[in-house]
């Protein structure tokens, strides 16, 4: 037999099921989802503490690899301590007063409201004074972290090594002022930092369009790229690694895809590595011998918009990936390579990029002199694989939407036209495109791409 608890109105207003008010019952059902939802997330925070799967990954900031970012953790480890335990003593009084004086009966409902006073001076101005206390333990350290992250220790600077980091829509350029190319100026690279390990490295940050803003999470915080503003940060890698970079400010249409990479290696191989970086593009010779038995041609099928473009083989061993890049690849075909290079004139490429040693001296786009050496292309956001390269040549605006390859390169004169020209009346591409890459085109320009070690 189904019973039927007896529903009360009561004077207030309230609705009285069987010996509980709504609002309790409410409260209750709340109060047990809450319960439920904590104990369902205690496997997530048990595992995770245990072996840190859940605070490890290639832009995590509590996996630090550096002083600096060694520092904002600090600071943040002690601002978390004072909140949490402020937080632990409020939440309790209030849990312990909302236990004690609750409403038991029915008739409490109706009890008389007891006199507001003032309340007591004393507890009034001890929480004022542990509040300031609060708030000096966490501004020690964060003066102390803002003092010690502004830049370079003094006993360091002798030792400093100096990049600038450039900005733009939606790639990362890199100057070595202190590597100085007979007749070519200073060092250039595009989307992949290197740098010495166990060494500071003074960044000296610019923009040469909007906004953007540079950041490390494992060894330095963010810091703003400012127009007309020169900037800088510091940073040093405790050991050579390889590191994930990221501009964190809003910055257009591929702000989310507009990465880069930091690796850091030990003095002997960062100065083999400037070395060669200084040497011009490297060129294979249309007779040359193969390296190796003729690699088989690769498959190609588009994947599409918002595909991944890094395989589980790279996420596992990144920094042994960009080692084996700076080998050159077995079966090279060296006619292909020199139709690619043809391939590379012929569609204009050479009004953007630089080629040291070969045609082009663009400077609106990336530096490709050794661009077959590195592990990423498309502002880091694709591993430099055969596949991937195919398909940031033969759809660009597919890979990163926006992209200056695609659209165009803004001029004081003009628009220099990418892929497509953009009709100055609607601001949008014409039908006909003005570069077209055909599947046999991008192969060939992929083969000479991949030979710039």
């Known amino acids: 037999m189904v019973q039927y608890l007896p529903v009360t109105r009561l004077t207030n207003g309230t609705y009285l ?24 997330a205690m496997p997530l925070f048990l595992g995770g503490w245990g072996n840190w799967n859940w605070l490890t990954g290639p832009q995590s900031t509590f996996d630090t690899k550096g002083p600096v970012a060694e520092s904002q953790l600090d600071v943040f480890y002690v601002t978390l301590w004072v909140t949490g335990i402020t937080f632990v003593i409020v939440a309790g009084i209030l849990a312990y007063a909302t236990f004690k004086f ?12 007891p006199h507001q006073g003032h309340g007591n001076p004393l507890i009034e101005l001890g929480l004022i004074g542990l509040s300031v206390l609060a708030l000096v333990f966490i501004a020690v350290p964060t003066l102390r972290a803002i003092w010690y992250t502004y830049d370079v220790p003094a006993e360091e600077k002798a030792s400093a090594y100096e990049v ?5 829509q939606w790639w990362f350029k890199f100057e070595y002022p202190a590597e100085q190319i007979d007749g070519a100026g200073t060092l250039v690279t595009g989307n992949e930092l290197v740098i010495p390990a166990g060494r500071p490295v003074r960044i000296n940050l610019r923009t040469s369009d909007v906004i953007h803003s540079f950041w490390v999470p494992k060894l330095a915080g963010k810091v703003d790229m400012i127009p007309n503003r020169g900037n800088h940060l510091w940073l040093k890698a405790d050991e050579p690694g390889y590191f994930w970079g990221q501009c964190a400010e809003y910055c257009g249409e591929s702000h989310a ?12 191989d960062f100065a083999a590595w400037v070395a060669h970086q200084k040497t011009p593009a490297r060129t294979v010779a249309p007779y040359s011998v193969l390296n190796g038995a003729p690699a088989a041609p690769y498959e190609f099928n588009n994947p599409g918009r918002n595909a991944p473009g890094y395989s589980a083989d790279f996420d596992k061993a990144p920094f042994a990936a960009w080692q084996a890049k700076q080998e050159i690849d077995a079966g090279e075909d060296p ?18 990029h630089a080629v040291r040693g070969h045609e082009g001296a663009g400077v609106t786009a990336p530096d490709l002199t050794h661009i077959g050496s590195r ?6 956001l694709l591993e430099n694989t055969k596949q991937n390269l195919h398909r940031w040549i033969a759809h660009p605006n597919e890979v990163k939407p926006g992209n ?15 892929y ?24 060939a320009l992929v083969a000479y791409l991949h030979s710039l070690k």
């Open 17 to 40: 099921l069987g010996q509980m008010t709504l609002p309790s019952i409410f409260r209750s059902l709340k109060t047990r989802a809450l319960s439920c939802a904590a104990v369902a």
């Open 102 to 113: 609750r409403a038991r009966k029915t008739d409490d409902l109706k009890a008389v409201i």
């Open 164 to 168: 600038n980091a450039i900005g733009l």
């Open 257 to 268: 895809v507009m990465r880069f990479r930091v690796i850091a290696l030990n003095e002997t």
């Open 335 to 352: 006619a292909l390579i020199a139709q690619g290079r043809q391939i590379f004139q012929q569609k204009t490429c050479t009004s953007c």
């Open 375 to 380: 592990t990423t292309i498309a502002a880091g």
């Open 404 to 418: 200056k390859m695609y659209v165009g390169v803004p001029l004081q004169s003009g628009v220099m036209a990418g």
């Open 420 to 443: 497509v020209k953009i009709d100055p009346a609607t601001g949008k591409p014409e039908e006909t495109p003005h570069i077209t890459v055909s599947d046999a085109e991008a192969r």
